[in-house]
């Protein structure tokens, strides 16, 4: 993957913490000059200097990606930068303040949910495109759940959400195809991200033998996980994988769990 991703433009959007935070790590440490985008600043330099301790570099960019005005002017900025951009991983994404009864929740909230989740990679999509089609090898990423075919009680945005990305994934799949740019998804299941959060919000994992169990694999996931994925996918090792969703739950989602 070194000699593939050096030089590389990789935007990864929601980069600061968590899954995002974990695929700069991974694209940063294969070559790539990679971009994050987050809503919080502080979040932002925190994962700079994260990286910057492993002799890794990124630079950061605030950007509410619901906000139209804003990732144009981001993509903008990158195309005066770079000219062009090889990746965008749409990962920015939140679950709350929508987890709420039916009756109780308001539309606002469930508007918020879809406009970061859904909205979002639609437009990182639609003004990233100039710059992909001047990449060789161009590939967009989203980063969507297993939610998007299961669900908690009462994440009713947060499942449309991302029902709607992986619609979405397939459906720009086949429209740029003629571009050259290939379109994937991954749906992540239960990803401890405790120790990928900025100072002050890392806490350790505390997971049961019984969490531990639910999972084939026998451990929850971790953002390595879904990074060493994500790599495999925008690279030119999956030139003919196009429009499809991995699934990356240790198992998660195929084995049956009865109450005893």
Request: proline share 6%.
């Amino acid at each position: 993957m070194q000699q593939y991703y050096t030089d590389k433009v990789v935007l990864i959007t929601g980069g600061a913490q968590g899954i995002g935070r974990g695929m700069a790590q991974a694209f940063s440490g294969v070559g790539a000059r990679v971009i994050i985008t987050d809503l919080d600043p502080e979040a932002g330099g925190d994962a700079l200097a994260w990286l910057e301790a492993q002799y890794l570099k990124a630079e950061f960019y605030p950007c509410d990606v619901s906000q139209e005005d804003q990732v144009q002017h981001l993509m903008e900025q990158i195309g005066q930068q770079y000219g062009h951009l090889d990746v965008l991983i749409n990962n920015a994404g939140i679950a709350s303040p929508a987890r709420k009864p039916l009756a109780q929740l308001p539309m606002k909230e469930f508007d918020q949910v879809l406009a970061v989740n859904l909205r979002g990679p639609f437009l990182c999509a639609k003004y990233a495109l100039p710059l992909l089609e001047k990449a060789l090898h161009p590939a967009i990423l989203n980063i969507s759940s297993t939610r998007a075919f299961m669900s908690e009680p009462d994440t009713f945005g947060y499942s449309a959400s991302k029902g709607g990305l992986e619609a979405l994934t397939h459906s720009l799949a086949v429209s740029l195809g003629p571009q050259r740019i290939r379109v994937n998804a991954i749906s992540p299941g239960w990803i401890e991200t405790g120790l990928w959060q900025k100072e002050g919000a890392k806490k350790e994992p505390n997971h049961s033998p019984q969490d531990k169990a639910q999972h084939p694999v026998g451990r929850v996931g971790t953002p390595e996980d879904i990074a060493q994925a994500a790599l495999f996918l925008c690279s030119d090792k999956a030139c003919f994988i196009t429009g499809q969703r991995l699934v990356i739950d240790g198992g998660m989602t195929v084995k049956m769990i009865y109450q005893e």
